[in-house]
């Protein structure tokens, strides 16, 4: 699929799009706090494009779980600067990491070219309306719960099914609203309202997902699931051992090999090198 935005297209066909994530948080998991001020910012951005990310994902409000709620306007004074000042400069698309409208509308008027949803565009009502007045490509997350308020054990009947009924009725409500369907990303939402038991179903059943022909995100970077698998327990990866980062690589390679268009990744330069050598083996075969 290609997906217009402003600064020309997202060819989701041609090869698999690697999303670099630039938290301007002080609470992220993993690197909150890093990169708060714009010249930092700024510097994270163009070295993960040199390192050959395709998007760049600016988010200002962390949704790990027991993060805070931050305000519209706390929000918006930690990413519009930066979103002003990276557009003037580079070619890659910007994507807005929000549930809120205000703060997605802004950010499309700052720069912004792509809307991601952790909230699927249940938060916030006016969602739609932001994306589909300006005809924004938008990122719809499944989530069970809300940010900031996941069932502690999330529990499903049948786990890959309930996933794409939601994404069938938000499908539909979303082109109702005036959301272009060819604008549509879907991202099944590893660990949020998940057990690691099913983030790591969502990876191996990946590809059940393209029944509904429409781009897929996965976004596994350095998550908690993996540090469990590993033995690495730990709430937060920040000790700068490659515990998290070699399982999240292997993340990569698996949803790759079942139909993942877009990665969000924190390590962009290693992501861009594991799916390259990927299809290289794949090419052969």
Do not use: W
């Not at 002080?26 to 040199?50: Q, T, V």
């Amino acid at each position: 699929m290609i997906i217009k935005h402003d600064k020309g297209y997202l060819d989701t066909g041609e090869k698999t799009l690697v999303m670099g994530i630039l938290n301007v948080t002080p609470d992220s998991f993993y690197d909150g706090g890093k990169h708060n001020g714009i010249e930092e910012a700024l510097n994270c951005a163009r070295k993960m494009i040199d390192d050959g990310a395709d998007i760049i994902d600016i988010g200002g409000e962390s949704t790990r779980p027991e993060s805070s709620y931050v305000s519209v306007d706390e929000e918006t004074k930690r990413v519009i600067p930066i979103i002003k000042e990276l557009s003037k400069e580079i070619e890659v698309p910007i994507s807005i990491d929000t549930y809120k409208s205000k703060v997605a509308n802004e950010a499309i008027k700052a720069g912004a070219q792509i809307i991601n949803d952790v909230s699927g565009l249940q938060a916030d009502n006016e969602m739609v309306r932001v994306a589909a007045a300006n005809n924004t490509p938008v990122i719809i997350m499944h989530i069970k719960g809300r940010p900031h308020d996941f069932p502690k054990n999330p529990d499903y009947v049948e786990l890959i099914p309930e996933i794409i009924s939601f994404f069938e009725r938000t499908i539909e409500y979303s082109v109702k609203s005036g959301i272009a369907h060819d604008k549509i990303i879907i991202d099944p939402g590893i660990g949020f309202g998940k057990s690691p038991r099913h983030n790591v179903d969502i990876l191996g059943q990946l590809d059940k997902f393209k029944c509904l022909d429409l781009p897929i995100m996965i976004g596994t970077s350095r998550k908690s699931f993996i540090g469990q698998a590993l033995g690495y327990p730990g709430d937060n990866d920040t000790d700068g051992d490659y515990s998290r980062l070699i399982g999240t690589l292997v993340t990569l390679v698996v949803a790759v090999s079942k139909g993942a268009n877009i990665v969000r990744v924190h390590d962009v330069k290693e992501a861009v090198q594991v799916i390259k050598m990927y299809r290289s083996i794949e090419d052969l075969n």
